[in-house]
Every structure is written in structure tokens, then in C-alpha cells.
């Protein structure tokens, strides 16, 4: 998911205290593999994209030490750091930050701050960052970091302590030419601004300005790029545009639903409403709603905002879930959390696309039921790849003191994102494989030439 998306769906609610969801769950996070050994949890998400990966060996010749050094994180970076909270009192959290990868470029991607966060969704995470960058012809590798934590549960104060203290502990771990984060699910551009902040106090003061650059996402004022915000977004609606003209599908008067609608969902919702394509169905952690006349994203959004989700929105209907993704619609638009396109969805799914804006929303038996009914997916690896590419021009700009214009900020993207979406239906075309397969194998292809010629060293 791409980044800064919204939090959890159709949960129950719990009746644990923050600090115990917050600390209890770090020794139960184990459950028995079914082949015997341990698992984290979060490990479903892990397991999902491992047999993803290995489904795609089989179509790119891969040498074996590239696959083994695929196969596993090159650092897994765990921090227990306290903070006083604004009771007085102190409380531990865990961190993390997973690199998987930085054969093409520094490790890239984005920090998550999540209750469900887990070493296990973590590292699927910046394995799939890898392949994103490689994909998008980026010269950065994978890596994902995330704090176990309720956000609502804290205050602002709360949360720049929460923050400074894991880039202080982060240290060297980190660095404008080695790792750079990002934004993701429950961070945002102010929570980049703080990890910046402290990062450049941490360090020689000398070059303090020249290490702006140790984040992405950040806000316009202290240095971020224009449309990056709406990036991931801005991405998701290039790859439908590109689809719409393959398959000679109108975007005006278009049906879609989504899932979703933090930065991502309702970016994407913007944008597509002002091509004329028509919103009937909206699900957050709140609930669901429909329209069959349409649902105002600009409304919607100001409603979200004033209200913490889309429940009570005036404008349409309340519905519940199954009829939310039961909806007739031409396109469906996950932009939340992992896991949501299950079997049962969808078999119930009455679209012809799904478009995965958030990371990994689509389950292993989900994936043949929506082959089987000829709904077409696009997989995150290049649906929701916005948010990185612009991430890449903010750094790209932070290095070289430019402000470039939104304008060039879009088309740079458009053309990014479009050259990825047809190398990916290329290959598919041609091994007659799922657009999944193919955009792993050509991201793998392209990691597979550069360490076949660099050779492993030592
Ligand atoms: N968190 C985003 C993603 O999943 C963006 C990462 C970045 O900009 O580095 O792609």
C-alpha cells in the first residue's frame, strides 16, 4: 500500500489497553507452521509473497545465488526504546527497519505505524520494495520499517517523541545514501519532518542541509517535493488510464468501489472523478456506503476529515460489507491493508478489474477465483509504485537544490509509470502469465543482470 493508507476493516473492537497491545503481544507473536517450524505472526502476508516469488521462478532464469540472496532481509534492524508518554509515564515500543535489498540503490521505503505491525509484514514489505524499484527503473533497493502502535491513541506530542526516539535509535542505520524512509500507513509528511529533524541534528552540523534528503514525503515547506502527496494516487489512475486504453474501456461514466480512503484511497478517488469515472461504493474501518448515483470524493474527504471515517456521510447509504463488495461496478480499488480480496470476495466481486493501491490485498485462493471469472489484477508492485517514484524525484531534487514543478513532477511520473505497466503486460503477453508473475519477472530479470555482472564479493 502504498503509503499513508487507511487503518484496519470490519475489526472487532478490543477490549486490550494500548499498552497492552502495545507491548503484551511481542511474545505471542508465534504461531506452528504447518510444515512444523514457527512462524511470525504476520507471516501469512510473508508466506503469500515467498510463493508469489517462486510461482514467478519459474519463468525467469534466475541464477541460484541470486534467488538465495533474495530469499531472505540483508539486515533486520529491531530497536525497544521508552518514551515518556504525557501522563508522566514511560512506555517501551518496538521498532523496526527492514532491508531487504540495495544491489540497484540505497534501501527505500516507507514506515508504518500500525497496531497489526509485524516483523513478519515487515519484511514482505521491503521485499516487495525491492522489486517496486527494480520494476520502475529506480536506482534504490527495498527496505520497510513500522512501529507496533494505536495512533489514535496518542497525542501529537506523543508522536513526535514516538518518532524522534526511533530515528535516534535508528543512528547510523539509516542515512541519505544508504536508507531512506518514507511515509506509509499511519505516517505522513509531518512524521517525515520530525525524522528529518533529528536525523540533521544527529550529525555533523557542517552538512546538516545536505541531508534533507535522508527522508521522502516530506511537506512542500521543509522540503519535500510537489505532488508527492498525491503521488501514489496520481499512479494508481495512470495504470487504470493505461488498462481503460487497452481493453477500449470509456473512464467517463466508469463504475468504481474502493477500499480505503486515507491519502491514498482519496487521491485516487480525486483524480478519477475528475475524468468523469463514478464512485458507487466506499468501505473504511468505519463501515460502508454506497450511491448508485455517485459519492463526491471532495465531499467525502471533508466529511472523513471532520468526522475520523466515512460512517454517517449524508450522501449515501449505509450498507455492510458483503454488499459493499457485491457492488456492480467495473472496477474495485483496494487501498488499505493487506489481505482484503480473499477467496469469498472474490468469488463475490462483480468488476472487471482490481487494482491494487494498498500492498498486498489479494489472498493465494483469491488469485485463481478472480482468473477464473476473468477479472483482470494489477498488482501493488506497480498500481501503487507513485509513491516511490516521486519519493525518487523529491531525493533527486533535495540533492541537487531544485524545486521542480508539478507539472514536471506528473509527467515524469506518467511516463515512469506507464513504460513499467506495458513491460509488465509485454511479458505477460508473451510467457502467457498473470500481470503479477510478469512484473515480478521483470523486476527479477533486471536485479538477475546486475548481480550476474557485479558477482558477489567476497
Ligand atoms: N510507502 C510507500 C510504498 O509502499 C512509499 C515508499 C517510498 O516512497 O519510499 O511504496
Redesign the pocket.
Known amino acids: 500500500?502504498?503509503?499513508?493508507v487507511t487503518t484496519d476493516f470490519g475489526r472487532e473492537a478490543e477490549t486490550e489497553t494500548t499498552a497492552q497491545r502495545e507491548r503484551g503481544r511481542r511474545d505471542a507473536d508465534t504461531e506452528t507452521d504447518p510444515e512444523g517450524g514457527e512462524v511470525e505472526d504476520g507471516n501469512e502476508f510473508y508466506r503469500i509473497h515467498q510463493t508469489q516469488l517462486a510461482r514467478t521462478m519459474e519463468h525467469v532464469d534466475l541464477e541460484n545465488h541470486v534467488e538465495l540472496i533474495l530469499s531472505e532481509p540483508k539486515n533486520e534492524i529491531i530497536v525497544n526504546f521508552p518514551v515518556q508518554m504525557d501522563d508522566g509515564d514511560y512506555r517501551l515500543f518496538t521498532g523496526y527497519r527492514i532491508q531487504h535489498n540495495n544491489i540497484m540503490g540505497p534501501y527505500?521505503?516507507?514506515?508504518?505505524y500500525h497496531h497489526d505491525v509485524t516483523l513478519g509484514e515487515i519484511k514482505a514489505?521491503a521485499s516487495?520494495?525491492t522489486y517496486?524499484c527494480a520494476l520502475l527503473e529506480i536506482p534504490?533497493g527495498g527496505?520497510?520499517g513500522g512501529i507496533r502502535m494505536v495512533t489514535d491513541d496518542h497525542s501529537g506530542d506523543e508522536l513526535e517523541s514516538i518518532t524522534r526516539r526511533f530515528t535516534h535509535d535508528l543512528g547510523t542505520n539509516i542515512g541519505p545514501e544508504y536508507d531512506?524512509?518514507?511515509?506509509?500507513?499511519g505516517t505522513n509528511g509531518q512524521t517525515m519532518v520530525w525524522m528529518m529533524d533529528t536525523y540533521m541534528n544527529m550529525h555533523n552540523q557542517l552538512s546538516k542541509n545536505a541531508r534533507r534528503r535522508i527522508v521522502?514525503?516530506k511537506t512542500i515547506a521543509s522540503g519535500g517535493s510537489r505532488g508527492?502527496e498525491k503521488?501514489?494516487g496520481q499512479g494508481v489512475v495512470y495504470c487504470i488510464q493505461e488498462w481503460a486504453d487497452e481493453r477500449g474501456v470509456r473512464l467517463d461514466g466508469c463504475e468504481y468501489i474502493l477500499q480505503g480512503f486515507g491519502n491514498v484511497g482519496s487521491h485516487t478517488a480525486r483524480i478519477l472523478s475528475r475524468l468523469g469515472a463514478v464512485l458507487v461504493g466506499v468501505q473504511d474501518h468505519t463501515g460502508s456506503i454506497m450511491n448508485r448515483d455517485g459519492i463526491y470524493p471532495r465531499k467525502l474527504n471533508e466529511h472523513v476529515e471532520n468526522n475520523g471515517g466515512i460512517a454517517g456521510y449524508p450522501e449515501a447509504e449505509s450498507i455492510d460489507g458483503d454488499e459493499f463488495w457485491g457492488l456492480d461496478c467495473d472496477i474495485c480499488i483496494p487501498a488499505a491493508l493487506e489481505l482484503q480480496v480473499d477467496e469469498d470476495v472474490a468469488s463475490s466481486l462483480d468488476c472487471d478489474l482490481v487494482i491494487e493501491a494498498a500492498?498486498g490485498p489479494t489472498t493465494l485462493e483469491a488469485e485463481p477465483v478472480l482468473a477464473d471469472r476473468d477479472i483482470e489484477v494489477i498488482p501493488?508492485v506497480v498500481a501503487?509504485?507513485?509513491?516511490?517514484?516521486?519519493?525518487?524525484f523529491?531525493w533527486v531534487q533535495n540533492k541537487r537544490s531544485e524545486s521542480w514543478q508539478l507539472q514536471e513532477v506528473d509527467s515524469r511520473l506518467h511516463f515512469m509509470m506507464k513504460r513499467a505497466f506495458h513491460e509488465m503486460r509485454a511479458f505477460a503477453r508473451e510467457h502467457d502469465v498473470d500481470n503479477r508473475t510478469a512484473a515480478f519477472a521483470v523486476a527479477l530479470d533486471r536485479l538477475n543482470d546486475v548481480y550476474t555482472e557485479r558477482g558477489v564479493f567476497p
Not at 527505500?108 to 508504518?112: A, E, Q
Not at 501503487?384 to 525518487?392: D, I, L, P, Q, R
Open positions: 500500500m502504498a503509503d499513508e527505500k521505503g516507507g514506515i508504518r514489505l516487495v520494495m517496486k534504490f527496505a520497510k531512506i524512509p518514507a511515509p506509509d500507513m521522502t514525503g508527492r503521488a501514489t500492498n501493488d501503487n509504485a507513485g509513491g516511490v517514484v516521486v519519493s525518487y523529491e
